[in-house]
């Protein structure tokens, strides 16, 4: 099957991943599709930095090796939380930045959408910071990436045979979120 | 009044406890970390044992005794009783959970990323750790029956995750 896309890109849908095929008008965002997965990739790390899951589901550029990206979006989060609360208009407070707040107390950033992709980012009390890359139609993911940390909860954090602090190789999990992230619009 | 416990705080435990027999007391000695488990279990299900038994009458033979544990004692415990009981009739009884509920968070990426030796080697280190956590459960099994005049051994399998069999062999 295929969508004909008015920007004049042709998709072909072909198990469930999206295939580009002759496109005129270049970037331009691939349509959600309710076949296959509709997020790009995720991250999770914990707060002193260490990646402690990265999960891909449809990322055609790779522009660095992993170890590259993974601290690049890290310190790309750490500069935006701290400019985000800087800027704060309304605060009077000086701010306690660096500490670990409930999701949605304090000041801080938790999407950004450019024309290909949006970022949505959720930040734990314990430090523990989910990062979503979906299409950039997807609404407000605030309660989608609380649900994720709840599978977090369930399967990595509860798992008798995980040891906090490292990668995160929990096949519950992994399958969880997987079905999860398929059902998000 | 009942007094409510956190189930997360007794499956943190449970967690803490294995670990801690395991990599800290008897590291690199896993018979001693699950004997020592097993014993506290033992433990444990002789309390608990006499403590749900305490308005029954006595039992009439070995089959009314296990299936006490298939059923009531297993749903004080689990909230839920034992999926499958299958007995040879000449003392071995199994046990099936189809979702025991100490194993239902449990889980390994079972995909190794290169296949190397270290990475098979983590993977059989994993089973083992699967297997450590079961020696507790085990005992409180051999426990309760022991209480109830029945002496057994109680050993586990766990080659369907998340489903798990005791298998009870009445001493003679």
């Known amino acids: ?185 | 009044m009942g007094r409510d416990v956190s189930e997360s705080c007794i499956d943190s435990l449970l967690t803490e406890m294995v670990s801690t027999y395991c990599n800290r007391f008897y590291a690199n000695k896993p018979e001693l970390a699950a004997r020592r488990t097993e014993a506290i279990g033992y433990q444990v299900g002789h309390q608990l044992s006499e403590r749900y038994t305490m308005e029954r009458p006595c039992f009439s033979d070995h089959l009314e005794a296990i299936k006490f544990i298939c059923k009531d004692f297993w749903f004080e415990l689990f909230k839920k009783q034992i999926d499958n009981l299958k007995t040879n009739h000449r003392g071995t009884f199994v046990l099936q959970d189809n979702r025991f509920r100490w194993l239902t968070r449990m889980s390994i990426d079972q995909s190794p990323e290169n296949g190397t030796s270290e990475e098979l080697s983590i993977m059989a280190d994993n089973k083992t750790m699967q297997s450590m956590h079961l020696y507790f459960p085990c005992g409180i099994i051999r426990g309760a029956l022991s209480n109830l005049g029945i002496p057994c051994a109680v050993s586990a399998d766990i080659s369907n995750l998340p489903a798990c069999s005791f298998v009870i062999r009445i001493k003679a």
């Open chain 1, 1 to 185: 099957s295929y969508i004909s896309d008015p920007r004049q890109t042709i998709y072909i849908i072909e198990k469930g991943n999206a295939v580009l095929w002759g496109s005129e008008i270049s970037p331009s965002p691939p349509v959600p599709t309710a076949t296959g997965n509709n997020a790009h990739m995720m991250y999770v790390f914990n707060r002193n930095g260490v990646c402690l899951l990265y999960r891909e589901w449809n990322r055609p550029l790779h522009t660095l090796n992993p170890q590259q990206d993974h601290k690049l979006m890290f310190g790309l989060l750490f500069s935006l939380k701290s400019l985000t609360a800087k800027m704060d208009p309304t605060n009077a407070e000086k701010g306690n930045l660096g500490i670990p707040q409930l999701p949605g107390q304090g000041c801080s950033f938790h999407s950004f959408r450019t024309n290909t992709y949006k970022l949505s980012f959720m930040e734990t009390p314990s430090g523990i910071k989910f990062i979503l890359v979906t299409n950039p139609r997807t609404g407000d993911l605030r309660e989608t990436l609380k649900y994720i940390y709840n599978l977090y909860v369930e399967y990595v954090a509860k798992n008798p045979l995980y040891t906090p602090g490292t990668l995160i190789r929990c096949e519950l999990f992994n399958t969880a979120l997987d079905q999860y992230v398929r059902s998000i619009a």
